[in-house]
């Protein structure tokens, strides 16, 4: 079956340091790809997301680009801030309407 | 505004006892499923709706039953529960038109505690 496989956590960085979370994929098909962001005591928000083969998807300064030969939709972001700290889950979706997410990846990000 | 409201968003209950978690979104979107979230496990799928009369299983949906009687509503439904599915549930909805991949909009969560 789909499955998404996120880089383990927790992950701590400091403000305005870069930031990469590794997500790779296995599906059938083309799924279209998706990063949710879960803050504290919240449900999940879309970060971004991106349909096809080398598409970037961006939003608030995050970006991920859907890498088809690695399997891949790694989420980065130039300078992180203490707002970003969070839950950040990768997730797929396939066009029969089923959706496979990550394990979810915390960060923490020290002023 | 637009939202996906789920009720309640606590609840404690007792081995058996049938309960029903509701799901409401005012959105008009076709596509409503069901998660559950557990430490280390993620968030996996229980059952998903694509339009009203139709549903699916997800990747875990023993011990659960859903209805889609209307586009806005997709209760959950534990006619037994049991400690094990003890979770936080989140409800999801999307738009679901000309296979366009859109994301969800989630719920608040209800936090399910089962004794």
């Known amino acids: 079956g789909d499955s998404v496989t996120q880089m383990e956590g927790p992950v701590t960085l400091s403000e305005e340091a870069f930031l990469t979370i590794n997500c790779t994929y296995t599906?059938?098909?083309?799924?279209?790809l998706f990063w949710y962001v879960q803050y504290p005591g919240e449900g999940l928000q879309l970060l971004l997301k991106?349909?096809?083969?080398?598409d970037k998807g961006s939003n608030k300064g995050f970006e991920a680009t859907y890498r088809k030969e690695t399997t891949s939709f790694h989420l980065e972001k130039g300078s992180v801030q203490v707002s970003d700290s969070a839950v950040y889950f990768c997730?797929?979706?396939?066009?029969?309407?089923?959706?496979?997410f990550g394990d979810g990846t915390t960060l923490t990000v020290k002023p | 505004e637009a939202q996906v409201t789920q009720n309640p968003r606590y609840l404690i209950t007792v081995t058996g006892k049938k309960l029903t978690v509701t799901c409401s979104q005012n959105?008009?979107?076709?596509?409503m499923s069901w998660y559950r979230q557990d430490p280390g496990l993620g968030l996996r799928q229980i059952y998903y709706?694509?339009?009203?009369?139709?549903?699916d299983k997800g990747d875990v949906p023993e011990g659960y039953k859903v209805s889609r009687k209307e586009k806005r509503n997709f209760p959950l439904i534990l006619e037994s529960p049991s400690p094990n599915q003890t979770s936080l549930y989140f409800c999801?909805?999307?738009?679901?038109?000309?296979?366009?991949?859109?994301?969800?909009?989630f719920g608040s969560g209800t936090r399910l505690t089962v004794v």
């Open positions: 999801a909805s999307s738009p679901y038109r000309d296979r366009e991949p859109y994301g969800y909009t």
């Open positions: 599906a059938t098909g083309y799924p279209s």
């Open positions: 991106a349909t096809k083969a080398d």
């Open positions: 997730a797929l979706k396939t066009n029969a309407g089923k959706s496979t």
């Open positions: 959105m008009n979107h076709e596509y």
């Open positions: 709706s694509m339009n009203v009369e139709v549903t």
